[in-house]
């Protein structure tokens, strides 16, 4: 191990608020590079439309479950069956329609036995 790994490691000195980095610079071209406003009045208001935009967002998610929930109270005092119960009395009448076809014709065939 050398010296240098052991000592400590120190962060770069602060810049400004007006000063950026040589490697920022370097590193974000300039098509890309945001455009930041110093007036204080449009950075209030770019606070103040991020702001609604997530409280409108936040609405619209709410709208969203309340009517969820009133479309699940309005269809719940109906008498909907689901899908799997449907499904399983579907399953039982054609096994009760098979049973009666099969034992019509045992009744047909102990008829003809008896004439």
Do not use: C, Y
Not at 8 to 28: W, Y
Not at 38 to 46: E, T
Not at 85 to 109: C, G, H, I, Q, Y
């Amino acid at each position: 191990m050398s010296e240098d790994s052991l000592r400590p490691r120190t962060r770069p000195p602060a810049l400004e608020a007006n000063q950026t980095s040589t490697l920022d610079k370097n590193l974000i071209p300039s098509h890309l590079n945001p455009m930041q406003s110093q007036n204080p009045l449009i950075a209030d208001f770019v606070k103040l439309a991020n702001s609604a935009a997530g409280t409108l967002a936040g609405m619209g998610r709410e709208a969203r479950d309340a009517a969820r929930e009133r479309a699940k109270e309005s269809f719940g005092g109906m008498d909907f069956v689901t899908r799997e119960e449907f499904d399983a009395v579907k399953t039982m009448a054609s096994k009760a329609r098979t049973e009666a076809e099969d034992l019509k014709a045992r009744v047909a065939a102990l008829e003809a036995k008896i004439k």
